[in-house]
């Protein structure tokens, strides 16, 4: 008797495990219901936005592919010469986990669509513009060179530093806070409407709302001077944040803008838990760079008038 005893519940046990194996993982969650995404999150990565043309017709690379494009990648950037010191720099020494050669998914080919004639007249306007009249105050630099927004989103890309976000939750509203010029975007979660189309902000408006257990952020009206990848003033960018495991963090965005690309393109990446903390990026603060682009714009012409 007690052998069997013994015996069921062996059985009993290692059915147990295998269940428990089986199980998908279920996502902490906030006490109103919802999956807890809130922490620290890093996205720095090797893998470029772009395909590039050594892997086209190419969606993935092999584990060997992408040790030596890692390396390629580490040595090429370690040649370049930057405004920050080496030190200062945090690419992402590794591509994504699935190995993909783009963060684009869609279009298959990895690419940015191209823009339509409307986009690329505006784009050729802007250079001219530029060239005609590069300095002659500061709201003729672009809003990166003027400290003003550098890198928050949306959507989210890795860059060459600062690759640190926080995610902080409360029943109404998400905020999303970057360690890029340390901005923090409000996501209300009411269902309040979208605020009229006259009405432009620097990060867009975002409104967001739960699909299962993704976050949909949906964000429009960004300010007529901001142009991701050559997007106009009816950029639409919507971003989905799903937790794929107790570390990692799966985003995903699509733009959307029918005056400036001719298809909506998206892309995707997962971003890991860290424990490090954000810290300030004092960017106005020592701006010396757009000082230094007005002083020699002003040399330029005190030259010019020399002669």
């Given at each position: 008797m007690k052998a069997r005893v013994i015996g069921s519940a062996l059985v009993a046990l290692t059915l147990a495990v295998a269940v428990s194996a089986q199980a998908p993982w279920a996502p902490p969650r906030t006490p109103d219901g919802h999956p807890d995404l809130q922490g620290y999150w890093y996205f720095g990565s090797a893998t470029p936005l772009e395909r590039p043309k050594e892997f086209e017709g190419k969606a993935f690379l092999t584990a060997e592919e992408a040790a030596a494009f890692e390396r390629r990648t580490d040595e090429r950037r370690g040649d370049v010469l930057a405004v920050h010191a080496p030190e200062w720099l945090d690419y992402g020494k590794h591509v994504g986990a699935d190995r993909r050669t783009s963060l684009i998914i869609d279009p298959p080919d990895g690419r940015v669509p191209p823009l339509t004639p409307a986009a690329q007249a505006r784009?050729?306007?802007?250079?001219?513009?530029?060239?005609?009249?590069?300095?002659?105050n500061p709201e003729d630099r672009s809003p990166q060179e003027r400290c003003i927004v550098f890198g928050a989103g949306p959507p989210l890309l890795p860059g060459p530093y600062n690759n640190n976000m926080q995610i902080v939750q409360t029943p109404g509203a998400v905020v999303v806070l970057s360690e890029m010029i340390h901005d923090a975007r409000i996501v209300a979660l009411d269902a309040r409407p979208a605020p009229s189309p006259s009405m432009r902000f620097w990060l867009g408006s975002s409104r967001g709302h739960w699909d299962g257990d993704t976050l949909t952020v949906e964000t429009t009206n960004f300010a007529e001077s901001i142009s991701f990848r050559g997007s106009d003033e009816h950029l639409r960018v919507v971003e989905r944040f799903t937790l794929a495991?107790?570390?990692?963090?799966?985003?995903e965005?699509?733009?959307n803008d029918p005056t400036a690309f001719t298809r909506p393109w998206t892309g995707a990446f997962t971003m890991?838990?860290?424990?490090?903390m954000i810290l300030?990026?004092?960017?106005?603060?020592?701006?010396?760079?757009?000082?230094?682009?007005?002083r020699a714009a002003r040399t330029e012409e005190q030259k010019t008038r020399e002669k």
């Open positions: 784009a050729a306007a802007r250079r001219a513009r530029a060239q005609s009249s590069p300095a002659d495991g107790p570390d990692e963090l799966r985003y965005f699509t733009i890991t838990r860290t424990s490090d300030e990026f004092a960017c106005h603060e020592g701006n010396y760079g757009l000082m230094n682009i007005l």
